[in-house]
């Protein structure tokens, strides 16, 4: 089932996210998640969604501006991951219905991914829903003492 995210979901959300974070370079953050902190975007009204199986969070998206300043107001970028044990059964689709719904209805023209260029499964995933590779930024991300480029993919909404 997919439904709005709800600040109690927060931690489960941030024990999915955190062990993306400490073991892969899907992301390349190195900083932790903060359950309060996710928690207060959701109440501020940050587009979030999380799937849920058997009463436990199995994955979330959620989106921001791409960047700051009104002339990019209808330009997003989206995060979305999947718990390990659920990948494979269309949850990232259904995330990714989810979030998109909510984007069009705030008037976003298109919105973007950024993939770690390791992460080919995403890339996949991604051009599968309709988007489309518009740069690959060689050498931007450094995680696990190793360069790694980022893949930004686009789809207009």
């Known amino acids: 089932m997919i439904r709005p995210a709800r600040p109690e979901d927060a ?20 900083a932790a998640k903060d359950p309060e ?11 979030f969604f999380v799937a849920e199986h058997d009463g436990a969070v199995a994955g979330f998206a959620t989106a921001g501006q791409f960047r700051g300043g009104p002339g990019y107001a209808h330009t997003w970028e989206h995060s979305i991951h999947v718990a390990a044990g659920a990948r494979g059964r269309g ?7 989810a979030i998109e719904v ?7 023209h298109s919105v973007f991914a950024g993939v770690s ?28 003492d190793r360069w790694h480029d980022l893949v930004l993919m686009q789809k207009y909404l």
């Open 37 to 47: 902190a996710l928690a207060r975007m959701m109440a501020d009204g940050t587009p």
């Open 102 to 108: 909510a984007l069009r209805a705030m008037d976003v």
């Open 91 to 97: 949850v990232g689709r259904a995330l990714m219905t």
């Open 117 to 144: 260029g390791e992460n080919a499964e995403g890339i996949a995933f991604h051009a599968s829903l309709g988007y489309r590779e518009v740069a690959r930024l060689a050498e931007v991300g450094r995680k696990f």
């Open 11 to 30: 931690k489960a959300i941030a024990e999915i996210w955190n062990a993306i974070i400490r073991d892969t370079v899907i992301t390349f953050t190195t």
